[in-house]
């Protein structure tokens, strides 16, 4: 029970998005198999770390709401527990970094300490953004960082991760919005309101698709844009037009965050495939 309650504290759909998008950059960036695979693990082992921290902090306000979705909060997992296997998880993603590189390493550290602030109370401020846009901006460098001869990830693609991470925020929260509001938390989300939200995100899926699509070219990476990359922006394009008429026409659902890192994959892909 203690292993499932855990399991589910982890946020085990984003974790695990976040993971595969680590693993499909390091593709991307030529990392070979055996850091792949570190990056992978350490990449997951952080996001536990966030994951459950998020719960745990957040666990009397799940309990004033009746989040009955929340082991933390219902009492499957007790509070000592959770945060012993948070600062493993965390402490395990740091340890496995550190043969991927200082550099892999003082990026992870930031990505980590900017997402454990979010979750300790920069939720609740006009900043909630911030940890966002840092922690994704810095995500592609994972990839980079972790193959030999390191270096920062291309501007355009830190861009896109930044963009993408803001659009992750802003769709992340709207379906608890009303919860929020109860139990003291206003973020950006919550001060823009549910609709500016969704338009927003939408834009910085736009933002992040345009990056990829045209970075390249821009850098000189490639002389032109290829069909299958036009075929890429299209389809995340589609996504984040779908966002916004669903916001428009429905109450926020988790829906939206869904379309979120669906976009978020397809540009991984397009990453990989582009090269």
């Given at each position: 029970?203690?292993?499932?309650?855990?399991g589910g504290s982890t946020h085990p759909g984003p974790t695990l998005v976040v993971t595969v998008l680590a693993v499909a950059l390091g593709v991307a960036a030529g990392v070979d198999a055996g850091r792949l695979a570190l990056l992978g693990v350490a990449?997951?082992?952080?996001?536990?770390?966030?994951?459950?921290?998020?719960?745990?902090?957040?666990?009397?306000?799940?309990?004033?709401?009746?989040?009955?979705?929340?082991?933390?909060?219902?009492?499957?997992?007790?509070?000592?527990?959770?945060?012993?296997?948070?600062?493993?998880?965390?402490?395990?993603?740091?340890?496995?970094?550190?043969?991927?590189?200082?550099?892999?390493?003082?990026?992870?550290?930031?990505?980590?300490?900017?997402?454990?602030?979010?979750?300790?109370?920069?939720?609740?401020?006009?900043?909630?953004?911030?940890?966002?846009?840092?922690?994704?901006?810095?995500?592609?460098?994972?990839?980079?960082?972790?193959?030999?001869?390191?270096?920062?990830?291309?501007?355009?693609?830190?861009?896109?991760?930044?963009?993408?991470?803001?659009?992750?925020?802003?769709?992340?929260?709207?379906?608890?919005?009303?919860?929020?509001?109860?139990?003291?938390?206003?973020?950006?989300?919550?001060?823009?309101?549910?609709?500016?939200?969704?338009?927003?995100?939408?834009?910085?899926?736009?933002?992040?698709?345009?990056?990829?699509?045209?970075?390249?070219?821009?850098?000189?990476?490639?002389?032109?844009?290829?069909?299958?990359?036009?075929?890429?922006?299209?389809?995340?394009?589609?996504?984040?037009?779908?966002?916004?008429?669903?916001?428009?026409?429905?109450?926020?659902?988790?829906?939206?965050?869904?379309?979120?890192?669906?976009?978020?994959?397809?540009?991984?892909?397009?990453?990989?495939?582009?090269?």
């Amino acid at each position: 029970m203690l292993v499932r309650g855990l399991g589910g504290s982890t946020h085990p759909g984003p974790t695990l998005v976040v993971t595969v998008l680590a693993v499909a950059l390091g593709v991307a960036a030529g990392v070979d198999a055996g850091r792949l695979a570190l990056l992978g693990v350490a990449v997951f082992a952080g996001q536990v770390s966030v994951g459950i921290s998020n719960d745990a902090i957040d666990a009397a306000r799940d309990r004033a709401v009746g989040r009955a979705d929340k082991p933390i909060a219902t009492g499957e997992v007790s509070e000592r527990a959770a945060w012993t296997a948070a600062f493993v998880a965390l402490g395990l993603a740091l340890a496995l970094s550190v043969p991927l590189g200082a550099g892999m390493l003082a990026a992870h550290a930031v990505a980590l300490a900017s997402a454990w602030a979010y979750n300790a109370g920069l939720k609740a401020t006009p900043f909630s953004l911030v940890p966002f846009v840092v922690s994704f901006g810095l995500f592609p460098s994972f990839a980079t960082l972790s193959a030999p001869g390191g270096t920062l990830a291309p501007v355009w693609v830190s861009v896109a991760g930044a963009a993408l991470g803001a659009a992750v925020h802003l769709t992340n929260v709207l379906p608890d919005l009303d919860d929020d509001a109860r139990t003291g938390i206003r973020g950006l989300p919550h001060r823009l309101g549910a609709r500016v939200s969704t338009v927003l995100a939408a834009l910085g899926i736009l933002v992040g698709a345009t990056a990829v699509l045209v970075g390249p070219v821009i850098a000189g990476a490639a002389p032109v844009i290829p069909v299958v990359a036009w075929a890429f922006f299209a389809a995340v394009a589609v996504v984040a037009v779908a966002a916004v008429v669903l916001a428009l026409t429905r109450s926020p659902h988790r829906v939206l965050f869904r379309l979120t890192m669906l976009a978020a994959l397809l540009l991984a892909v397009q990453l990989v495939v582009t090269g």
